[in-house]
C-alpha cells in the first residue's frame, strides 16, 4: 500500500509536557489539582489524551476504531464537553456499530477523588433513513472535573477508512491514531493542517488477515503523534474550516481481490477529462452553436474589436438572465436557461462560454471549489470538490477570468466566493490541468479630504472616495438597490460631521470603480483658543481584526489590497499649528506590506498622508504575529493621533 502525506505548512516546536498534566487515560491528583493551561489561557477545556486505533477484525472482517480520551473542564463553557455524539451510518445491506460504551467524572471532593460512572440508560440513539446517531452525557461534569470516555465503532464501509482529526475547538495535549490497513486496501492517505507529526512510522505485519483456500494478507502498522496541538479558533480573512484543521484523511484507490483482480476506484484525470466530455450537465453544453443560435442582437455580433465584442457579449448576459444562487453541476440545460431566463452558475457562465466561442473567441470553463466549500485535492480526481464553474479567456494577449452572475462586477472580475487559490482548467483537447485563480490587480480604497476653517470656527469639508475592485462590490449593490437608504446609512456611519450634500458619481453598476463625493460640516473640540482635531474624519480599521494567542492556519484576504488617506487642510492666516503627530513607517517582513503616517506643513497648509498596503492575498500562520502588530499600529494611529491648532 502507497501511503502519500500532503503537508500543507508544518510548523511546530518540540515541547515537553507541561503543567504535570497526564497524557493517559489514568486520572491523577495532579490533573484534578490543575485549573489552567499556560499555553492557552482562554481554553475551556484541554483534550489531555487522545487516542485512536483502527485495524480490520481478522474474523469479521470488520472495520473496527477503538477511540479513547480524556478531558479536562477548565471553563463553565467547557462543560458541555461532557456532551458526546458518535455517527453510524447506514447502508444498504450493512449498519454502523457501536459498543463498549464507557465513561467517567473525576471530581476532586476534600482532597479525595471522586468517580462518577455513565449509565447505560443514559445512553440514548436517535434513528434516521441513513444514520443513527448515537448520544450520551456523562454525569457531575463541572468546571475542574476529568472525564474520561471509551467506545469503539465497527464498520464494514471500507471505501473510506477512517479519518483522525488532531485539532479540534480545545488544545490538544497528546493526540495519537494507530492503523492497521491489509494490503488488499490501497488508500492515498493525506495529512491536512499546519501542524507537523511528531511521531510517523509504518512497518509491515505478515499474514494480518486470513481467508479460506490460504489466501492472505499482509498489513501496513502505522502509527501518528502530535503534540502540544493548539485550539483551532475561527477568526477573520479564512476560508473553511476543514483546510486547516488538523487530520488524517484516506480515500480508496483500488482492492486487490485474493483471485488476483483489481478493483480501480479513484481515477486519472485522463479518465475525468474523457468522461466530462460527454457529461450531460458539462460537456455536452460547451461549445454548442445549436444553443445559442440567433441569440445575440447584430449589435454585438457587427462589433469589430474582440475587446469590446466580449465585454458586450458578457453585458448582453448580466442584462438578460439572473443567477438562482444555485451552484452545483447537477441538471444543467442552457435550453432551459434560455426559456427561464434564470439559471445556477454552471447554466449562466456556460451560456457566456458559448456565446464567445460562438463568436470566434478560445474560452475554457474553469472548475473550482469556492471559499466556503474548501480547497480541492490536488492528489487525485474527486469532482464532488468542485462546486462552482468559472471561465477564461485571452484577448488581445491577456487573460481574463470571466463570470456572469453578479450584475455589480466589471468585465474580467470574480465574485469573491471563487477566489480559492486554483481551480481546474477544462482542455478537451490537450488535457486539463490546474489552473491558479489568483487577482492581480489591487483593489483599494481611496479618501481625499479638504477642511477649511469657516467663520462660525467650524470647519468646511469635502470627501472625494474612490473604491475600486472588491471593496466597491457591496457599495454599488446597495446604493443602486436602494439610493435613500445608501445614503441614510452614511449619515450614521460618519457620525462625526454633518453631511450636507452626498452624490454618487459614478452609476455604472458593473463599473470597476465606485465614486462619491460628500460635503459636511466638523465641529472640533474648542479648549480655550486652542483646537483639537481628530484627523481621521474616516477610519478603515475600528479595531485590530487579529486577537487570537496563536493561529495556526493562513491570513486569506483573497486579494492584495491598498487604503490611501489624504488630508487637506487650509489653516490660513489665522491659526497656528501647536503640534502634530510624528511621521511613521512600518512594513512587514519581505515586503509582504507597509504602513506609511506622514504630516507636513506647506505655507498655510497642513497635509496629512495616510497609506497602507497588503502586498499579499494570502499570509501564512508564520506572519500571523506580524500581522497582529502592524494592524495594532494601523489602529493605534488611527484612534490616538490628534492636531492642535491655536488661534491668533
Request: glycine residues 4%; charged residues 25%.
Amino acid at each position: 500500500m502507497k501511503i502519500k502525506l500532503l503537508p500543507f505548512a508544518f510548523i511546530i516546536t518540540f515541547l515537553s509536557f507541561s503543567q504535570n498534566y497526564q497524557p493517559a487515560m489514568s486520572v491523577s491528583k495532579s490533573d484534578l489539582e490543575l485549573t489552567t493551561y499556560v499555553k492557552d489561557s482562554t481554553a475551556n477545556a484541554l483534550v489531555i489524551y487522545d487516542y485512536g486505533n483502527s485495524f480490520v477484525d481478522n474474523k469479521t472482517f470488520w472495520l473496527r476504531v477503538q477511540v479513547r480520551q480524556k478531558i479536562k473542564i477548565l471553563r463553565t463553557e467547557g462543560v458541555e464537553r461532557g456532551e458526546f455524539e458518535v455517527k453510524l451510518y447506514k447502508g444498504k445491506s450493512s449498519e454502523e456499530k457501536i459498543k463498549d460504551i464507557k465513561g467517567t467524572t473525576y471530581n476532586l471532593k476534600n482532597g479525595n477523588i471522586i468517580k462518577t460512572y455513565l449509565k447505560p440508560s443514559a445512553i440514548f440513539k436517535e434513528e434516521n433513513e441513513k444514520f443513527t446517531l448515537v448520544k450520551f452525557v456523562l454525569p457531575n461534569v463541572k468546571v475542574g472535573s476529568v472525564i474520561t470516555v471509551s467506545y469503539e465503532t465497527q464498520s464494514r464501509f471500507m471505501t473510506k477508512y477512517q479519518p483522525w482529526y488532531f485539532q479540534g475547538p480545545d488544545p490538544v495535549l497528546y493526540s495519537e491514531y494507530n492503523t492497521s490497513i491489509p494490503a488488499n486496501y490501497n488508500y492515498h492517505v493525506k495529512l491536512v493542517g499546519g501542524i507537523k507529526l511528531v511521531t510517523n512510522e509504518a512497518k509491515i505485519e505478515r499474514n494480518c488477515i486470513e481467508v479460506g483456500n490460504g489466501g492472505h494478507s499482509d498489513c501496513t502498522v502505522s502509527r501518528y503523534v502530535m503534540k502540544e496541538v493548539p485550539a483551532y479558533k475561527p477568526e477573520g480573512f479564512t476560508t473553511t474550516a476543514l483546510n486547516y484543521t488538523s487530520r488524517i484523511e484516506y480515500e480508496l484507490n483500488e482492492i486487490k481481490r485474493f483471485d488476483g483482480g483489481v478493483n480501480k476506484l479513484s481515477k486519472t484525470w485522463k479518465n475525468v477529462d474523457k468522461e466530462l466530455k460527454t457529461d450531460k450537465d458539462f460537456g455536452r453544453q460547451i461549445s454548442k452553436k445549436s444553443l445559442v443560435k440567433d441569440i445575440l442582437p447584430e449589435s454585438i455580433s457587427s462589433i469589430e474589436d474582440n475587446l469590446n465584442k466580449a465585454k458586450s457579449i458578457y453585458q448582453f448576459v448580466l442584462d438578460n438572465y439572473k443567477w438562482n444562487e444555485k451552484y452545483e453541476r447537477y441538471d444543467v440545460s442552457i435550453k432551459d436557461l434560455n426559456k427561464e431566463k434564470v439559471g445556477s452558475a454552471f447554466e449562466i457562465n456556460l451560456l457566456l462560454e458559448n456565446l464567445l466561442t460562438n463568436q470566434g473567441f478560445t474560452v475554457y470553463p474553469i472548475l473550482i471549489s469556492t471559499r466556503a466549500n474548501g480547497l480541492a485535492t490536488k492528489i487525485y480526481p474527486v469532482l464532488t470538490d468542485f462546486n462552482y464553474v468559472i471561465l477564461k479567456t485571452t484577448i488581445n494577449d491577456k487573460d481574463y477570468f470571466l463570470d456572469a452572475t453578479d450584475p455589480y462586477l466589471a468585465f474580467g472580475e470574480l465574485p469573491f466566493r471563487c477566489l480559492n487559490q486554483y481551480g481546474r482548467l477544462m482542455d478537451f483537447e490537450n488535457g486539463s490541468y490546474w489552473e491558479d485563480v489568483k487577482i492581480e490587480n489591487y483593489s483599494a480604497s481611496v479618501h481625499r479630504i479638504e477642511l477649511n476653517l469657516n467663520d462660525e470656527e467650524n470647519f468646511n469639508g469635502k470627501i472625494s472616495s474612490k473604491y475600486s475592485g472588491y471593496p466597491s462590490h457591496k457599495l454599488k449593490r446597495n446604493y443602486h438597490e436602494n439610493p435613500v437608504v445608501y445614503k441614510e446609512n452614511k449619515t450614521n456611519i460618519y457620525s462625526n460631521i454633518s453631511i450636507e450634500e452626498h452624490d454618487v458619481s459614478d452609476l455604472d453598476k458593473n463599473s470597476y470603480n465606485f465614486e462619491e463625493k460628500i460635503e459636511f460640516t466638523l465641529e472640533p473640540e474648542l479648549i480655550g483658543n486652542k483646537i483639537y482635531l481628530d484627523p481621521f474624519i474616516i477610519k478603515f480599521f475600528e479595531e485590530n481584526p487579529f486577537k487570537l494567542q496563536e493561529r495556526t492556519y493562513p491570513i486569506d484576504f483573497g486579494y492584495k489590497d491598498a487604503y490611501s488617506y489624504i488630508l487637506k487642510i487650509d489653516i490660513g492666516e489665522d491659526l497656528n499649528v501647536i503640534d502634530m503627530p510624528k511621521a511613521v513607517s512600518y512594513a512587514l517582513p519581505n515586503k509582504a506590506g507597509s504602513f506609511i503616517f506622514n504630516i507636513d506643513k506647506k505655507e498655510n497648509q497642513l497635509l496629512f498622508y495616510f497609506k497602507v498596503k497588503f502586498d499579499k492575498a494570502i499570509y501564512e500562520a508564520q506572519f500571523y504575529e506580524h500581522l497582529k502588530t502592524f494592524m495594532s499600529k494601523i489602529v493605534e494611529a488611527q484612534k490616538n493621533t490628534v492636531i492642535v491648532l491655536e488661534k491668533q
